[in-house]
C-alpha cells in the first residue's frame, strides 16, 4: 500500500466557473505507480468545492442558474455587511457543495460512468488561482 | 493493510427513488476480512447520487417534496433543449447532493448512528441499472 | 501504512448550531504519530453534517438563513406528522449537506485553505451530545 499526494493549480474565473479537472486526474492516477485504490480530491479553500456533473454547455448553465436561484448573489449577507468581501454568497454554495470527493480506481481508471466528469467550481467573485490536493492511495 | 473493491448493481424507479443500500454494504464488510477502516461508496453516473437519511416512508416523501420544491423538473433547462432527454432536472439535483461517501468501520460494524441508513437516490427520469463501486481499505 | 480511528464527542445546542472543530481533529492527527495521509470525518447520526466553511459570526449567520430559506422549520413534513419530533427539517437538512468529509494532510499538517475551517452543524431542534468519528490512515 502506498500513499502519493499532489497538488493541482487551477486558473479560475469565479462567478460559478466551471472547471473540468477529469484529465487533470487522470494524469496523476496514471504517473503515480498504483494500480487499484481510492483518490481523494480536496480543494484548498472556502469560496469553491467539488462535485461531478456531465460537463456539457447546458448543464454548466443549468448549474449556475440553479445557484442564482437558491443561493442569489443579491441578497443581504452579513459576511460582506462585516467584511465587504461582496463574495458572502459564494461562501455559502461553497460550503453546501462541499470540498471533498473520494473517487475509486481500478487498473488504473476512475470508476467514473460515461457522462460524468470531475469538476471545480469556482464560486466566488473575480478570478482566482486554486490548489486542489490529490491523495491517492492503493497498492 | 489491504484494499478490496467490489461493485453492487441496483435496480431503481428513477423520479427520486430512494434505496436503502445499508445491508448491501454491510454484507461487503463482512466478507471482505478487514476488521477495521473506512469503505468509500461511489455511484458511477450522473444523475443519481448517495447520502444518510433515516430511511423512513416520511421522510422519503419529505426529501422528494425538498427536491421538487428545490429543483423543479417542470422548469426550463438548456440540457434539455440541447439534448431531449428530459432529465436536466436529474443532473443538477445529483451535482448537488454529490457521488460519493466516505464511512469508517470498526469490528466491521459501520460506525452509523442508530437511525441513520446510507442510501442512493436516484434523480433520473426512468427506471435505470446502476453501478455502486464499493472501496474498502483497512486492516 | 497505519490506521488509527478515534472519536470525539461534542455538546451541540441545535438548531444549526454550528461549531468549530478544525482544533480537536488537528490535536487527533498529531498525537496519532501519521505524517502523511487521509482523515475521514464521519457525524453519527442523521439530523447533523459536516462541510467546511469559514467559521466568522457574519457567515455562521449567514448559513442559518440560507438553511431558513430552502428548507424551513416551518412547513409540512410527513415525517413530523408520523413521529411528532418536529424534526423533519433537520432530517432533510443533514441528508443534503452529507455525513462525511476526507481531508488530506501532510508533515501533520491539514490542507485546509487559510480561511477554511472544518465544522459540524447540528440541525435537531434540541440540543445534542454528538459523536464523530475520526479515521486516520496514512504512513
Not at 487499484?36 to 454547455?57: R, W
Not at 443579491?74 to 470527493?101: E, F, K, M, T
Request: aromatic share 6%; charged share 20%; glycine share 8%.
Amino acid at each position: 500500500m502506498t500513499i502519493v499526494t499532489k497538488d493541482i493549480t487551477l486558473q479560475t474565473e469565479g462567478n460559478c466557473d466551471i472547471t473540468d479537472i477529469t484529465a487533470l486526474i487522470e494524469e496523476e492516477i496514471a504517473s503515480s505507480g498504483v494500480s487499484d485504490g481510492t483518490i481523494a480530491i480536496f480543494i484548498c479553500g472556502s469560496t469553491a468545492a467539488v462535485t461531478t456533473i456531465e460537463f456539457e454547455p447546458g448543464l454548466i448553465h443549468d448549474l449556475k442558474e440553479t445557484w442564482n436561484r437558491l443561493v442569489p448573489q443579491n441578497i443581504l449577507y452579513q459576511h460582506d455587511q462585516a467584511w465587504g468581501d461582496g463574495n458572502g454568497h459564494a461562501h455559502v454554495r461553497a460550503a453546501l457543495l462541499g470540498p471533498s470527493l473520494v473517487i475509486p480506481f481500478v487498473s488504473r481508471k476512475l470508476t467514473l460512468g460515461t457522462w460524468q466528469q470531475i469538476v471545480c467550481v469556482d464560486f466566488d467573485n473575480r478570478h482566482r488561482s486554486r490548489k486542489i490536493v490529490l491523495q491517492i492511495m492503493g497498492e
